[in-house]
């Protein structure tokens, strides 16, 4: 039978396949083969179940076949198994017998240079010319749990009878990590829709899934690894899809690092992107971003239920005061403020705690014990949570038990309460098996906890992140170059153009004239009510300062002329064309910034704004988005800054005008998405004076064959 | 029986106790009476036990006796489990007994306020009366676990039958972080000494243990859990002792933040100190700091190895790809390096890995199986650990596991590995349940393990600190005053009496001379080769350019004579004193850096340097130190600051001599240490210029009762 002409599957069919073919079988569980036929008969899956191993007639008791041509019945999806060298004559059953869709398990493909590289691209030229769909190779498969289909050979999976059904979707790089969602899913209770180990994604990518994981009616969270983004642009609307469908999206992405990026390489055969950008269309989406795979899935189940931090102070619970002293302290070196107490909710606890402990952190060693219960919340443990998470100062709330008696009452009131509050409320479990009760209560009834404080604060900033993000706004597209002069050069633009364009998009610029000789510049100098600065214009001199192609201080007829005789001089000898020269007025700043745009060859035009001066470089205090920005983001982009103080009126400067400042990135965000050919910009500095945003200097390429 | 004139108990003979009596015993295990006898059952103690219960016969087997009264022979440590207004009844008893010392479990005294703080006093009081030692109250009592002595409730303790002797000791204000470390400690398989719960410390208090576990010869490695540092200079000469021992000190300490402060005070009724001079001296003393007890145990258990970083360079190794991958990310992120291997490391794990993968991050996943065992090493994974933990280029190593198979295969090689070597290697298990056979093979080695992969950071991060440390020398006390003076001043001093003072300790000024009137300022000019500044000498005046009594920039006589005139009239107006002018040298500083003395009431003269201008306030850019301060450790100083790229050539401007740097630092704390009376002092700025190293301004303040 062949599949010529045949539909390609869909990742809804091949998730919701009725049949799985197991090429490789084995009645050994120590095997691949044998642990993935375990898991399906362990697991009853819903799909049937069809072991081919050449060498046996019935494999864990259910008949297997010689080969998948001998398989009865159609085949919806195959798990190749089999050693590298005989994945292409797998690939060739799979045809013959009309499977939809090959997921190879086997490694040694493109990972491994050149060499696989070619045999891997052999093997999807011969898949997508008859049809079937390819996962991997180097993956470890899939599972919906919700309609219990597997196709996967995960360790985890080989030790439960049933993954627990729920709202987090996976699509993964990695096969390992999608592994370890599993293990640690399983332990803590995390409930799943479907998980997709995607390996070197010679056919079926991070992008298809993502994008099925959207429609998804099962899926609430959508979870991915990822080691390189293909597709840029399509995964910029996937990001903005699932905003549009209410989804939040976590990522763990890595090559970060130079070290990482070269795990990455040989890992998957991908190149890494360039972090900060990536990290900035992230935040322009709401992507939570996360360094491991454990603290994703914490979150992840979190935000399942979801529940959303509703401020940035957070409620400490602890069975001991020196923990919940501890996990304070730790909270603020992590930048996260502990709530206080309104006056109604220590009334409401009064009856619960002497009066030297009603005040988080809160410790459950010092309750009184009642006699009658709380209507709402039940009992003592419970009432004193969830009489805290009501107040109106605690965005979210840590319970920390160390080794202690009675942790599963505490455990059984944090679901209690976990099931009222949108707020999030985390469990840390910190005291090792000896409080194992606690962990079961959490797991049955799919709540999740945390092993490590350092976790905690993790999960917390992660979550505060996460509630403050300022998001770009999709429907936001300007118009191409709609204020972009027809006559705008392109390649080097000198200041004079630089600054002519960014006025172009309503960019304040210091007073300026351009003077075409001496004479001009001297007749300029009237214009001007005190000292101005002199500068070269040139087509090819981009760094003006170092050649002392820029006069400062003056602030006569006589001054201006040995200025310009000296610029010129300057010029000349430094090799440069002189195209006249600049006037502009001179600004005393309370603070400086810079401003910029650079063209990302991944993901467009972003903006930057950043400290001046020496800051930028000791700090790295810049802050990036994709252009167009809105007025929220570029307000948030500003109290990102680790200057910001310097702009609220240091030591008695007058505060910059904030406002102002956002309006000035949303219009360089305007141009920046505008001016297709607009390949970078700086404006530096950006000068803050007298409460006012102006911008000194600018300059600017833009593509030759843009326009 | 009357113990009047008997020798108060030692710590170390209260650890050895040959009887424990448990008064309040009970058949219940739920009650604190029945898990403390059942825990002293379960563990087969050696010391011999004694129930006391009034309304008991026989408890869990055991003849229980009315009284302590009635208990046979001489009772050295007695458990109080009876509720707080019945226990100075048992305290009574005890004395009655001849008891050597009362473990009081019981709260409610002073951490609840006045009233219970009397309560306190009034039984410390009976007790010294009467010879007896107190433990706690508010505690958790202690064990002996080379012994085998338990005088403790610790949940942990009741589910197993005996703790792991080792070299890890603890004196913990907290039971319940005492209880964690004990929990964890089983997990992981941590080797104990002896672990002392203090709770409110009315007796026998955190410095007595810490002194007792210096001298222990069963410690190598001690641990402190602290909410109130009781007797400041004690404890400091505790940390030298136990530096002198060669015994590491790891500690956490709450009260960090405000928020905790008073979660501390509430809970053992301490008040905590301030955290950077508290940080600045342990960091002296080689200290190991830690947010939170899971962590201080897990470096613990290292330490108690003698494994210490050799390098601040750390090898990854992983199961998979993509968790190498992350994990170097998030070291980068926590700014410690991964490794690179050296040519011969790579000639050595060459037969073990594909060539693309012989890098760090290492991949098991990649491993190539050998037919022929390492001699060194044994099997593959421990090869290829052991050779690349050989490299001198890494100095630590971390092993991340995700659910695969074989966990338990490389738990086994890293414990095979970590015997053989003096370098940190730790194992993160991030498999959940699914690994616990690699769980169970690291603790039954003693070896430890850590959960998640934040654990791994804070840890890397810790033992990163404590090699690169550089202590002070306790025996270097400069002789008082030797070099201050007889006539110095006390009370604020003038900038003239300030520069007098810190140049008599050595520390360079630039050129200045104190001129009396306009004509001395006048002659003084002739003296310097360019513009000097002219300022306000005045004994009350302290922020001399607030009121403008400080003119830059004077270049003529002319210019000298309206200066002058000018800062009287200021000064003048203002309503200060006018002692004369300052006439000083200006120089055009690369950079200005601050330096200052406080004197702190608890750790006495601390020297700290910081970032001049905006730098120090907008980064906190301050690095501080108990004086006197070593070469080194003013090296150390200097090379945290974070604005230290400044001093080191910052575009173009000439480095700084940082050894001169760090003399004027040595010299600073002579002065801090020498000069008893000395309350405060500021250089500000301290310029660095030309590459060189000078103070430009200065003032102080000495106590006016100091010499």
Chains 1, 2 share one sequence.
């Not at 800054?641 to 007058?654: N, V």
Request: with cysteine.
């Amino acid at each position: 039978m062949s599949s010529m002409g045949k539909p390609r599957l869909s990742i809804r069919e091949i998730l919701n396949a009725r049949s799985v073919a197991i090429v490789g079988a084995s009645e050994d569980p120590a095997k691949w083969g044998g642990r993935a036929l375990a898991i399906q008969v362990r697991h009853q899956v819903s799909a049937r179940v069809l072991p081919v191993n050449p060498r046996a007639a019935t494999l864990m008791g259910m008949p297997a076949y010689a080969s998948l041509r001998d398989c009865p019945g159609p085949v919806d999806v195959a798990m190749l198994l089999v050693p590298r060298d005989r994945t292409r004559q797998a690939l060739e059953d799979c045809i013959a017998a009309g499977v939809g869709c090959a997921v190879i398990v086997t490694a040694g493909f493109a990972e491994l240079g050149d060499e696989g590289r070619q045999t891997e691209q052999d093997l999807v030229a011969l898949a997508r010319a008859n049809g079937v769909r390819l996962i991997g190779p180097n993956c470890i498969g899939f599972l919906n749990a919700r309609r219990n289909v597997i196709a996967s050979t995960a360790v985890a999976l080989a030790a439960v009878d049933r993954i627990a059904a729920g709202g987090i979707g996976m699509a993964s790089q990695s096969g390992a990590l999608m592994g370890m969602m599993l293990a640690r899913g399983i332990d803590t209770g995390a409930g799943f829709s479907s998980l997709v180990s995607l390996g070197n994604q010679c056919d079926i990518d991070i992008n298809e899934v993502f994008g099925y994981l959207i429609e998804d009616p099962d899926t609430s969270v959508i979870c991915l690894y990822i080691e390189e983004v293909r597709d840029p642009a399509r995964f910029r609307g996937l990001l903005a899809r699932a905003n549009a469908a209410g989804k939040p999206v976590l990522i763990a992405k890595s090559g970060r690092s130079r070290a990482g990026q070269r795990a990455v390489m040989s890992h998957t055969a991908s190149l890494a992107g360039e972090w900060p950008v990536f990290e900035a269309v992230c935040r322009a989406h709401g992507v939570a971003l996360f360094e491991n795979i454990a603290d994703l899935l914490d979150c992840a189940m979190i935000m399942a239920r979801g529940q959303r931090m509703s401020g940035p102070r957070v409620a400490v619970f602890s069975g001991s005061g020196g923990a919940g002293a501890l996990l304070v302290d730790a909270l603020e070196v992590a930048g996260i403020e502990t709530a206080t107490l309104s006056q109604a909710s220590r009334a409401h606890i009064a009856p619960l705690l002497p009066q030297a402990n009603r005040e988080i952190p809160i410790d459950f060693g010092t309750i009184i014990a009642q006699t009658s219960p709380d209507a709402v919340y039940g009992d003592e443990a419970g009432t004193l949570i969830g009489r805290v998470m009501e107040d109106d100062g605690v965005g979210a709330g840590v319970v920390m038990l160390t080794s202690q008696p009675a942790m599963d009452v505490v455990a059984r009131a944090v679901v209690r309460v976990g099931a009222m509050t949108r707020k999030p409320l985390v469990f840390v479990h910190a005291a090792g098996s000896t409080g194992h009760a606690a962990r079961e209560v959490l797991r049955d009834a799919g709540y999740g906890y945390l092993e490590s404080q350092n976790d905690a604060l993790r999960i917390m900033g992660a979550l505060r992140d996460a509630a403050g993000a300022a998001l770009c706004d999709p429907s936001h597209t300007p118009s191409p170059d709609h204020r972009t002069a027809a006559d705008t050069p392109s390649g080097f633009l000198n200041e004079v153009q630089a600054r002519q364009l960014i006025e172009s998009y309503g960019l304040p610029t210091t007073q300026w004239r351009h003077a075409h000789d001496v004479d001009g510049v001297v007749r300029a100098l009237a214009h001007f009510p005190g000292k101005v600065a002199i500068k070269a214009v040139s087509p090819t001199l981009v760094h003006k300062s170092d050649i002392g192609a820029v006069r400062l201080g003056i602030a006569s007829d006589e001054e201006a002329r040995q200025a310009c005789a000296a610029i010129a001089a300057a010029v000349r000898d430094a090799g440069h064309e002189l195209d006249g020269f600049l006037v502009t007025a001179m600004v005393r700043p309370d603070a400086e910034l810079i401003l910029g745009v650079q063209r990302d060859p991944a993901f467009g035009p972003m903006v930057m704004i950043g400290a001046g001066g020496v800051l930028v470089e000791l700090l790295r205090d810049v802050q990036m988005a994709p252009a167009p920005v809105t007025r929220a983001q570029a307000l948030a982009m500003v109290s990102r800054l680790r200057c910001k103080p310097l702009l609220e009126g240091w030591r008695g400067s007058k505060p910059a005008d904030l406002d102002q400042l956002a309006e000035v990135i949303v219009r360089l965000g305007e141009l920046a998405a505008g001016d297709s050919a607009l390949r970078e910009l700086d404006v530096n500095p950006l000068m803050l004076a007298d409460g006012k945003v102006v911008a000194a200097d600018a300059r600017a390429f833009r593509e030759p064959g843009g326009q």
